[in-house]
């Protein structure tokens, strides 16, 4: 396990590549409505990363099919987006990774489709708070698990569980670098964070259990128990007194 330290270059890169990433990111949110089909979503991602002259990393990645990956309601994470059409109520991820220049930009938010129970605006507020907790944990010095506590302390608060099958991750000319960045409570001892690392925080968050099943496809993760869930994601530059936020525009 090595996590690399980045080079002012790198992360000048960096910088431009999560930049497109969150640009491309709002852009697709602002397409989310009732009637509009995930593929349609698709579609501008591909076809606005091309014109920008970057790649959207899930195309093929493992043999994900798609440019862009969207997940409703109780779909965890990795949704493949097809012909499906968003319904008023249905909440919305899209997680967007551009790659420019040979780096990559990671970052997903919630988009609400018109109006949503209370319930379901409860569960994306928490996500992007439960994201911004880890997120605060980020310092040179900190523990990675300094991450997963504040994560996970935040939604036992909120009587939400956070998901163990996915994590965040190292990011630069890798899609996922080391180190595995754990989004619950844990032991893992990891050297300490430095300034020059990079990598995402993005947590997972259900209404019912942590637990996920992943269908047919192979990709597509759901909860077990069909409850709501959701997340948001950022990519992020340990500084020489905390953090800077890469993934805006
Ligand atoms: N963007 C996801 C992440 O945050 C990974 C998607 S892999 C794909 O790490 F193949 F599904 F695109
Ligand atoms: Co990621
Ligand atoms: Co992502």
């Known amino acids: 396990m090595k996590i690399r330290i980045k080079t002012p270059v790198e992360i000048e890169r960096m910088r431009k590549a999560c930049r497109l990433a969150a640009e491309t990111l709002r852009r697709a949110g602002e397409m989310v409505r009732p009637g509009v089909a995930l593929d349609e979503i698709d579609r501008f991602v591909h076809d606005f990363t091309f014109e920008n002259g970057a790649y959207p990393a899930p195309l093929n990645y493992a043999g994900f099919p798609k440019s862009v990956c969207i997940s409703v309601n109780e779909v965890v994470t990795h949704g493949i987006p097809d012909g499906r059409v968003l319904r008023e109520g249905d909440v919305v991820n899209i997680d967007v990774t551009s790659r420019l220049d040979g780096y990559h930009g990671d970052c997903s938010a919630m988009f609400r489709v018109g109006k949503v129970s209370e319930k379901a605006e409860r569960i994306c507020r928490a996500a992007r708070e439960a994201m911004m907790r880890g997120i605060g944990a980020v310092r040179p010095g900190a523990r990675f698990s300094d991450i997963g506590e504040a994560i996970e302390d935040y939604c036992d608060e909120m009587g939400y569980s956070v998901v163990r099958d996915y994590c965040g991750h190292g990011v630069g000319r890798g899609f996922h670098e080391d180190p595995l960045v754990l989004h619950y409570r844990n032991d893992e001892r990891l050297p300490r964070m430095q300034p020059g690392m990079i990598f995402t925080v993005e947590p997972m ?21 069909g409850e709501l869930s959701a997340q948001e994601e950022h990519t992020l530059l340990v500084t020489r007194d905390g953090y800077e936020i890469l993934t805006v525009e």
Do not use: F, Q, S
């Open 205 to 225: 968050i259900n209404a019912g259990t942590w637990k996920v099943k992943t269908l047919a496809d192979g990709w597509t993760a759901v909860t077990e128990d």
